[in-house]
């Protein structure tokens, strides 16, 4: 919770690209006492690098149409500068997806960055995701609107996935 706090509590730890404003902690420290940050409509994971937490993923419900129906996860992440580059976030979304996918029964599971964030555009399709379009003016930052780019992997894309209906993993006898 210090970690998060020191390093994403200001636009030098979580970059240009998601800072929000500053935001009271009380509610984090609430939200982890109280559920320790997991429960049935998302959650907050730390990352770690070694034995030293380098950042945090989350998830939240999203949908395409009515909820009930139509329910997904959407993922993010914020890692400390220093762990930037280096192919942790894409393992962490990478695992966070497999997680997701094991425990939930989500059928996708998507994230969306800055147009310009480049690495993490990068870093999400190397942790199997698909760019499927631009968001236009989606995302209120800095003053301005700015266009996201919307990423997802489906259930069925993931290694050793089962197709519907089947009891082996896909490419098994």
Not at 57 to 70: A, I, K, L, Q, Y
Not at 79 to 103: C, E, K, M, N, S
Not at 138 to 148: C, F, L, V
Not at 150 to 155: D, E, G, P
């Amino acid at each position: 919770m210090d970690l998060f706090e020191r390093e994403f509590g200001g636009p030098e730890g979580v970059g240009p690209h998601q800072w929000f404003g500053f935001r009271s902690p009380v509610d984090l420290r609430r939200r982890f006492a109280e559920t320790g940050l997991l429960g049935p409509d998302g959650g907050v994971l730390a990352v770690a690098e070694k034995s030293a937490t380098v950042g945090r993923v989350e998830w939240f419900p999203g949908s395409w149409g009515r909820p009930d129906t139509s329910a997904c996860w959407s993922v993010a992440i914020g890692l400390v500068p220093a762990a930037h580059g280096r192919g942790i976030g894409t393992r962490a979304q990478r695992l966070l997806a497999d997680y997701l996918f094991d425990h939930t029964r989500a059928e996708r599971v998507q994230a969306w960055t800055d147009h310009a964030n480049l690495a993490e555009q990068r870093a999400l399709e190397k942790a199997g995701f698909t760019r499927e379009g631009v968001l236009r003016s989606a995302q209120w930052r800095g003053g301005r609107w700015h266009d996201q780019v919307l990423f997802s992997v489906l259930r069925a894309e993931r290694p050793g996935a089962v197709p519907c209906g089947s009891a082996e993993p896909a490419g098994q006898p």
